[in-house]
């Protein structure tokens, strides 16, 4: 089974950066499109950015594009989120998803295969 730990999140001032990592064990790593979402307590869980197979398609919520960048490094069967120009709403628990099929890790709702078990990202005024 297919098993994603996420880590980097932390504390950082508005207008800050944070590179989030996922690494997935337990199956081939590009079998996988990947996705990593966000939840405030209290709020659903939203899409943040998804990615395929290899890499060449991506794809974000309009809130994060141009401020995140999703990659993954299949050698190291890591998935990554770049996030620069951090405000305050993006403080959440961000989390990775793992499934073969790309738009089952763009829509909250769908079933995956796998998540991470989250890292706390909190960003301060």
């Known amino acids: 089974q297919v098993q994603l730990v996420e880590s980097g999140g932390g504390l950082v001032q508005a207008g800050g950066s944070l590179t989030l990592s996922c690494v997935v064990s337990?199956?081939?790593?590009?079998?996988?499109?990947m996705g990593w979402f966000r939840q405030v307590p209290g709020k659903d869980r939203e899409f943040v950015a998804g990615i395929t197979r290899y890499g060449v398609n991506k794809y974000y919520q309009d809130s994060v594009k141009g401020r995140f960048t999703i990659s993954r490094d299949n050698a190291k069967s890591t998935l990554f989120l770049q996030m620069n120009g951090l405000e305050p709403a993006d403080t959440a628990v961000y989390y990775c998803a793992a499934d073969p099929i790309l738009r089952n890790v763009m829509v909250v709702s769908t079933a995956k295969e796998a998540w991470g078990q989250g890292t706390l990202v909190t960003v301060s005024s």
């Open positions: 337990g199956r081939t790593f590009s079998n996988y499109a």
